[in-house]
């Protein structure tokens, strides 16, 4: 019963975003159409979300894409605005731009440029500093106007999935000094945010998890972690591994690298969480009871990311959905064996 009248909310909210949206284009307000098309996104509001996100983002003065024949025509492609995950949920959509396309150029955060330019040989790929308005383009396009065009909500006729390609020289050889430690499987993991409106789950709710799971833990942890993994080297002895020559911060390549090396990852929102998804490495991700914009409002699968599962928090405590998130991880596992 609780589970008809959760989804008969989800209905109304997503009827209610739908109705703001179309007052939003008639008064043409486009901070009201960008909160619409924010709000069907959460609610899985299909191609329309896309449509409103893609309206409040455009450049005036700037020719925008409105998805007509690319052929012999050159595209320019932006984030316009948003966080890191811009470019991991939408990067799959640049294999049909460029199948389109005579020539396209994206604009990226430059620490992604190489899994990009791996990904797409023929990408023109460019640090954002770079102005937009000075390339030579025809046409230019938010990432979500790209999901306006190929992600309609016909499954079958949505544009497949593509994941990025990292460094395989990189991943075999960190995925080797990795079970130097001992058999797999390897599973990633990240508990920590400087975002403090999160609510997290303690160090200890990871205590169940660690200890009922095979393998070595490896962590995808920033920051200082010294006192972190020494409590998790109680609960899971010599089945801890730091890598010290990964940060994140600096050298997302290697990070990509790292996760690709891994049988799974249990995280928390974070932009692990977005990149391990981007490389459809199988992932668990833990959601407390906030707003995340990168994730759906209910349900516990991700459109952008095949590969990810959601936890949610949903009221419980989060020792409750930690044992949930492990039980997750031990389906992804189960035909893992040693992770040779």
């Known amino acids: 019963m609780a589970q008809s009248v959760e989804r008969r909310d989800w209905q109304a909210a997503r009827e209610h975003a739908l109705a703001l949206g179309l007052l939003g284009e008639q008064l043409g307000d486009r ?8 709000g069907l996104r959460r609610l899985r509001g299909g191609n329309r979300a896309w449509q409103l996100i893609a309206s409040s983002k455009q450049v005036p003065g700037r020719p925008e894409w409105d998805g007509s024949d690319l052929a012999g025509r050159r595209l320019a492609v932006e984030r316009r605005e948003g966080d890191l995950a811009i470019f991991l949920q939408f990067a799959s ?13 994206v604009f990226v955060e430059p620490r992604l440029a190489p899994l990009y330019r791996r990904t797409y040989p023929a990408l023109d790929v460019r640090p954002e500093a770079e102005a937009v308005a000075a390339v030579d383009a025809d046409v230019f396009a938010s990432f979500e106007t790209l999901a306006r065009y190929f992600w309609p909500d016909e499954p079958t006729a949505r544009a497949p999935f593509v994941p990025l390609e990292p460094d395989r020289r990189l991943v075999a050889e960190l995925r080797g000094a990795y079970l130097d430690h001992g058999p797999g499987p390897l599973i990633g993991f990240a508990w920590g945010s400087l975002n403090k409106s999160k609510d997290l789950p303690v160090l200890d709710d990871w205590r169940a998890l660690l200890g009922g799971l095979p393998g070595h833990f ?10 972190a993994l020494a409590e ?64 759906p409002a209910f349900g516990e699968t991700v459109a952008t990311y095949p590969s990810v599962r959601l936890v949610r928090k949903g009221g419980r405590a989060w020792a409750s959905a930690m044992r949930e998130a492990g039980g997750r991880v031990a389906q992804i596992i189960g035909g893992v064996g040693d992770g040779s």
């Open 93 to 105: 959509l640049l294999g049909p731009v460029l199948a389109a396309a005579d020539r396209c150029t």
């Open 31 to 38: 901070g009201l159409v960008k909160k619409a098309g924010r």
């Open 218 to 227: 490896v962590s995808m942890q920033y920051g200082d972690v010294g006192p």
């Open 232 to 295: 998790f080297e109680r609960w899971a002895p010599g089945r801890i591994i730091h890598d010290a020559s990964v940060d994140q911060l600096s050298d997302m390549d290697r990070f990509a690298a790292q996760i690709a090396a891994l049988d799974a990852v249990v995280t928390i929102s974070n932009t692990g969480a977005n990149l391990a998804g981007a490389l459809g490495v199988p992932t668990v991700v833990l959601l407390d009871d906030g707003f995340r914009l990168s994730w």
